[in-house]
């Protein structure tokens, strides 16, 4: 009976070790309930998805979205609006994708930061592509032409697109910084393909 002593205090310890780290801080418990957040486990196909920062003009394409939340130094968590929680997954209306807006949660000691993410995993590349070209035709016209003809040339070369990154807000505020330039100039987040010289990036 003694020698399973050692053993069960060291289960006890693991497993307050796992409790304290999905504990949410108070900052982030706070941000969760004023913004009607809970946590949610987000579908493999959107995790595995590249996804662009830059919702009118992108020069990068990044990925995974999985590789992004593993690279964050601190405890993230994925949220979802309460209200699409249990939304259904159905084709609804034929005319418009199923997407939802995902935030990855990283909870640091200083501050609370949301990645705030469109997911239009259900789409190929090439329906992204379109849908993106129906939601901005009327404010972006010459500009996202030519954003689209970049996204083809990546989407034949294999980086299609099923996310986009498209705010990022530290402790309740928008960044500053577009979400494009905060991954590249801060985070160090190396993109997979340059969308201005039209080749996939060697890691």
Same mark, same amino acid.
């Given at each position: 009976?003694?020698?399973?002593? *050692? &053993?069960?205090?060291?289960?006890?310890?693991?497993?307050?070790?796992?409790?304290?780290?999905? %504990?949410?801080?108070?900052?982030?418990?706070?941000?969760?309930?004023?913004? #009607?957040?809970?946590?949610?486990?987000? *579908?493999?196909?959107?995790?595995?998805?590249?996804?662009?920062?830059?919702?009118?003009? *992108?020069?990068? &394409?990044?990925?995974?979205?999985?590789?992004?939340?593993?690279?964050?130094?601190?405890?993230?968590?994925?949220?979802?609006?309460?209200? @699409?929680?249990?939304?259904?997954?159905?084709?609804?209306?034929?005319?418009?994708?199923?997407?939802?807006?995902?935030?990855?949660?990283? @909870?640091?000691? @200083?501050? /609370?930061?949301?990645?705030?993410?469109? @997911?239009?995993?259900?789409?190929? *590349?090439?329906?992204?592509?379109?849908?993106?070209?129906?939601?901005?035709?009327?404010?972006?016209? =010459?500009?996202?032409?030519?954003?689209?003809?970049?996204?083809?040339? %990546?989407?034949?070369? #294999?980086?299609? /697109?099923?996310?986009?990154?498209?705010? &990022?807000?530290?402790?309740?505020?928008?960044?500053?910084?577009?979400? =494009?330039?905060?991954?590249?100039?801060?985070?160090?987040? %190396?993109?997979?393909?340059?969308?201005?010289?039209?080749?996939?990036?060697?890691?």
């Amino acid at each position: 009976m003694m020698r399973l002593l *050692p &053993i069960f205090l060291g289960f006890l310890l693991l497993v307050g070790h796992g409790s304290a780290a999905l %504990a949410a801080s108070a900052k982030a418990t706070a941000l969760r309930q004023a913004n #009607g957040l809970a946590v949610f486990t987000p *579908p493999e196909k959107f995790l595995a998805e590249n996804f662009v920062a830059d919702e009118m003009n *992108p020069g990068f &394409i990044f990925g995974a979205v999985k590789s992004f939340a593993a690279s964050r130094k601190c405890p993230t968590t994925w949220l979802i609006e309460a209200g @699409d929680k249990n939304r259904s997954a159905g084709p609804g209306d034929p005319g418009k994708p199923v997407e939802y807006t995902l935030y990855l949660e990283e @909870d640091c000691p @200083d501050q /609370v930061v949301y990645y705030v993410f469109i @997911d239009q995993s259900g789409l190929t *590349p090439q329906q992204w592509i379109e849908w993106r070209e129906k939601f901005h035709k009327s404010k972006t016209g =010459e500009q996202f032409t030519t954003a689209k003809t970049k996204l083809e040339q %990546a989407c034949t070369a #294999g980086c299609g /697109v099923g996310a986009e990154l498209r705010f &990022i807000q530290k402790n309740g505020e928008l960044a500053a910084k577009s979400p =494009e330039a905060v991954l590249v100039q801060e985070l160090k987040f %190396a993109p997979v393909y340059d969308l201005n010289q039209g080749k996939k990036l060697t890691k």
